[in-house]
């Protein structure tokens, strides 16, 4: 009897020990076993300045190099969205609300100039944009995961808002704008990254690589 309960106890201790020794393997291995929602605090969260404007972009792919630009380009691209639509919202009502002509061909000036002004700003402002932080993940099933946070600071955002005015002053001229060019560029140059209305969050596709 005491023979077969000194046996039965040490089954019991070796399980013990194989649960242990498996369990710490799985701990070490943690980069590899990342929960889907253990994401970034800053990813899931950007962070907002006065004096800058943030955007996030994910990427899961088999290349590390190819999963990082890609999710880099996701950022930009959504921070070009995020810019441009408030500025061609800003100088399409600026002009609307100070212009004479009420025409179809004056309020379809008026559009294609603010989108021009809007694509040239946003060009010249996304070549500063620099990646600000990032992290990488290495799975299981051989993939890579990127997220990546892209600042655009916007310390000289009125000097460029002033040389695009200018170089579209002779069509602005066009439009029969009551309005000084000058207190367009004001308005422009006033937008803020903390503003609730230019915060770029989405565009990440997160979702939709997820699934690979």
Request: proline share 2%; with cysteine.
């Amino acid at each position: 009897m005491k023979k077969i309960l000194t046996m039965l106890m040490a089954v019991v201790a070796l399980t013990a020990m194989v649960v242990s020794c498996g369990g710490g393997d799985k701990q070490e291995s943690g980069k590899s076993g990342r929960k889907r929602m253990d994401l970034p605090t800053w990813y899931a969260v950007p962070p907002t300045s006065p004096d800058a404007l943030y955007a996030v972009g994910y990427a899961k792919k088999a290349k590390l190099q190819l999963a990082q630009t890609i999710a880099a380009s996701r950022a930009r691209d959504e921070l070009s969205r995020v810019l441009g639509t408030k500025v061609t919202n800003m100088t399409k009502d600026f002009i609307e609300e100070g212009t004479t002509g009420t025409g179809a061909d004056e309020i379809g000036d008026a559009t294609e100039f603010s989108q021009s002004v809007s694509k040239q700003l946003t060009d010249n402002m996304l070549s500063g944009s620099t990646i600000d932080q990032q992290e990488f993940y290495e799975l299981e099933d051989g993939n890579y995961e990127v997220f990546v946070l892209i600042k655009l600071g916007l310390s000289d955002f009125g000097a460029k808002v002033d040389a695009v005015m200018k170089a579209n002053a002779a069509a602005f001229a066009k439009l029969q704008a009551t309005k000084a060019l000058d207190e367009l560029s004001a308005e422009i140059a006033s937008l803020r990254g903390d503003n609730k209305d230019v915060k770029a969050k989405g565009g990440s596709g997160y979702e939709e690589d997820y699934e690979d």
